[in-house]
Each structure stands twice: as structure tokens, then as C-alpha cells.
């Protein structure tokens, strides 16, 4: 395994696993949301549920299992020791669930009073992971580019629920608030300097590492966060101008970023020593293509305005960025972390490591890439139907679908591990 991992500091695994496994449900319930509204929430990115589709799919599918990962990444990867990270997340996880429950339900039922009552849960829920997990960060001893770019990460995420409590609160209160201005910039920074941030500093390391290519250039991790960093900054500072140009101009830029990571990532599976494609690579591989699509498509708008006018372009993005970009590269990671969690704490129990299973037998590989390709599906249908609103209905099941696989298949890990264990255990005792 990667030398510099730090097993010892691992997290008892249900902490990490108990974000994994009820990411995907949020999922479940987008799809559900879409087939049950029809084509209208396609039509406009301000509509009510659109909103709560967004939300499904960014506060609980994404900052479930973003949170999940976290809590094994900085210990195993860059040795931050997460302080109490059991109690921290028996703790966290309920707030999270509850305020994206509430969030969504608000924004589904246009009532003011669940809008606002999500907000003191999210605030609670994501205020203390940040601040741990900024802790564990900033008292590792390690050094590079995933560890500075995964610090950016976790202070975007800040900023994003800050902005994102604000605009509740001012659509729950009618407080006299640039909204429209407000909301583009916590989408800049939610997308940008959260996800796509956290993304970046975790390929740095399991690319490489689980994916067998060659590391990422040391220029390249060097300049992408600090420069998407200073995009999202100069973007943020133009949208409260009266001239809104200058803000579709700085589109061009960070796009061409996502092109440069899109593109890095694919050059590195291209080249890689061994060609094989398993559910893992071939999830990154559409998200990468996702991106690409995306930041050409993020490109045309800024370069031509009048392409946006059309309120079905912002769907389209979303679609691209949220299930195409986001959904699929968290799958592909967690077809490979949850197994290496089971092969780490079983490995753990004492027993010989020739008596640890290996990893891919963890989940059935079949089962990962069946459930791969109901997911491109699924994407396609939901970028179809943007255009074609008859085929919401189809493209929300499939999508539905397609994450309660992820579900089982993941449940199915977790079967795997225990049954592993118990034979482990049983083992150990008869010697």
C-alpha cells in the first residue's frame, strides 16, 4: 500500500461508513422529487423544486459522503488526528440530515418556517466538522498540495453554508437582500471552493494510489487550488457590480481550469501502467468528460449572454455538474474506499494478513459496474430531458434507481466486512 499512510490513526470504521451509506438515499429521493414533478422543474433553475432537487443531491447526497471521506482521508492520508472523531460524528450526522430534510422540505412546500429551521441545524451540523477537521489540518505535521488544497476545501465549505444560511434565512424573513446576486456566488463557491476543491486534493493522492497512474504533476497541484481560489474570489467581488460583464467574463478562466483538471486526469488514465477499467476509473472518466462538457459549455454562455437567456441553460450546467461531475466521481471513490476500509480494519484484528480477503472481494465487481452503467444512463436521460421535458419522469426513476444500487452495493461492503470479521474472530479464538 501508499507508504505515507497512516493506519494507525484510523477512525473506527462506522464512523466513515455511516455518512457512505446514507449518501446514496438523498439520491434516491432526488430521482423520486424529478418523477413526481415532471417535466416542469426543468424548466428554471429558480423553481421550488428545483431548488430542493439541487439540495438533495449537494447537502445531503455530497456532503454526506464528502463528510464520510474526510473523516478517513485526513487521518489515513495526511495524518491529522480528528479529535474524538466517533462522538463528532454520532453528533454531526443527525444535524446534517436534518437540516437537508428541512431545507428541501422548504424549499419543496415554499414554507418559511422549515427554511428557517434548517438553517440553526446545518450551521450546528457543519460548524463543528469544519472547525474539528481545520483543526486536524492545520496540527498535522504533513506538507504538500493535498494537504493546502483539502485546507481550502473545508474553508469553502464554510463560506458556502454561510452564504446558503443567509439566503434561507432572507427567503424565509423577506430581508432586502441582493438574492439573485447572493445565490450565484454561494453556487460559485459550493461547487468551486468546495467540492471541486475537495476533489482536486483527494485525486492527488487516490488517483495515483488506487488508479495506478502517475502522480499529478507537482506545477499543476501546486497552482490549481491557489488559482481557482483567486477566480472564485475576484468572481464573488464582480456579481455585486451594476455591470455584470466583467463577472461572465471571469467564467472563461475558471472554466478553462475545470478544462485543465479534466484533462490532467484523463491524460493520467490514458498513460497509466495498467489498463484496467473498472467501475472506479470508469466513473471518473465520465465525470472528467461531465466537466469538459461543462466548462465548454460554461465557456459559450460567458462568451455569448444571450445562449443563457434560455433559463434551460443553468439546468443543463447543473445536470452536467451535479450528477454528471459530482455523483459519479463520489461513486467511483467509494467503490474503492469502503473496500479498502474492510481490508484496513479487518487487517487490523490480528489475524494473518493472509486470512484478510482481498479487496475485490469486498463488492461483487459485476454488481459496481452494472450499477455504472445505469448511472451514465441515467445522466443522459437527465441531460435529455432538460430538452425534451416528456422524459423527466423516465430519467428521475433511472436516476432513482440507479442510487439505490449504489446503496445496495455498498450495504453489500459492509455485509462483506462483517461476515470477514466474524470469521476472523472466530479464527483467532481457536488458536
Request: charged share 10%.
Amino acid at each position: 500500500m501508499h507508504p505515507s499512510l497512516s493506519f494507525e490513526q484510523a477512525p473506527p470504521i462506522s464512523v466513515p461508513y455511516r455518512f457512505f451509506l446514507v449518501a446514496p438515499w438523498f439520491g434516491v429521493l432526488a430521482g423520486l422529487l424529478l418523477a413526481w414533478s415532471g417535466g416542469d422543474v426543468l424548466a428554471s433553475r429558480w423553481s421550488p423544486d428545483t431548488l430542493a432537487l439541487v439540495h438533495l443531491i449537494a447537502v445531503g447526497f455530497m456532503l454526506q459522503a464528502m463528510s464520510g471521506a474526510m473523516f478517513q482521508f485526513i487521518p489515513v492520508a495526511v495524518g491529522g488526528n480528528v479529535w474524538r472523531s466517533l462522538w463528532v460524528a454520532n453528533a454531526i450526522q443527525p444535524l446534517l440530515i436534518l437540516g437537508a430534510l428541512l431545507l428541501v422540505a422548504g424549499f419543496h412546500f415554499s414554507a418559511p418556517v422549515l427554511l428557517s429551521a434548517a438553517v440553526p441545524a446545518l450551521l450546528a451540523g457543519v460548524g463543528i466538522f469544519v472547525g474539528v477537521v481545520l483543526l486536524a489540518l492545520w496540527r498535522t505535521p504533513a506538507t504538500g498540495m493535498t494537504l493546502w488544497t483539502m485546507r481550502i476545501a473545508v474553508a469553502g465549505l464554510a463560506v458556502t453554508v454561510l452564504l446558503g444560511a443567509l439566503l434561507a434565512e432572507a427567503l424565509a424573513r423577506g430581508l432586502d437582500l441582493p438574492i439573485i446576486e447572493l445565490t450565484n456566488v454561494h453556487l460559485a463557491w459550493g461547487l468551486g471552493g468546495w467540492a471541486l476543491m475537495l476533489v482536486a486534493a483527494v485525486s492527488y493522492f487516490v488517483v495515483p494510489m488506487f488508479q495506478l497512474t502517475n502522480p499529478y504533476p507537482l506545477w499543476f497541484a501546486r497552482w490549481f487550488g491557489p488559482l481557482l481560489l483567486v477566480m472564485l474570489l475576484l468572481w464573488s467581488g464582480l456579481w455585486f457590480r451594476d455591470d455584470l460583464r466583467p463577472a461572465q467574463a471571469f467564467g472563461v478562466p475558471v472554466s478553462l481550469l475545470c478544462v485543465a483538471f479534466a484533462s490532467m486526469t484523463l491524460r493520467l488514465q490514458y498513460t497509466r501502467r495498467r489498463k484496467i477499467n473498472d467501475a472506479t476509473s470508469l466513473n471518473f472518466r465520465v465525470a472528467m468528460i461531465a466537466l469538459l462538457v461543462f466548462a465548454i459549455s460554461g465557456t459559450a454562455m460567458a462568451i455569448d449572454p444571450t445562449i443563457s437567456d434560455d433559463p434551460r441553460a443553468a439546468v443543463w450546467l447543473g445536470m452536467l455538474v451535479f450528477p454528471g461531475v459530482f455523483v459519479s466521481t463520489i461513486s467511483g471513490m467509494m467503490y474503492k474506499i469502503i473496500p479498502f476500509l474492510n481490508w484496513l480494519h479487518l487487517q487490523r484484528l490480528g489475524a494473518p494478513i493472509s486470512a484478510v480477503p482481498n479487496m475485490k472481494k469486498m463488492i461483487p465487481g459485476d454488481s459496481m459496474t452494472a450499477q455504472f452503467r445505469l448511472h451514465v444512463l441515467a445522466v443522459l436521460l437527465l441531460l435529455a430531458a432538460v430538452w425534451l421535458p416528456s422524459l423527466a419522469e423516465v430519467a428521475g426513476l433511472v436516476f432513482s434507481a440507479s442510487c439505490a444500487w449504489l446503496a445496495w452495493n455498498l450495504t453489500l461492503a459492509m455485509r462483506s466486512y462483517r461476515r470477514f470479521r466474524d470469521q476472523i474472530r472466530a479464527s483467532v479464538l481457536r488458536c
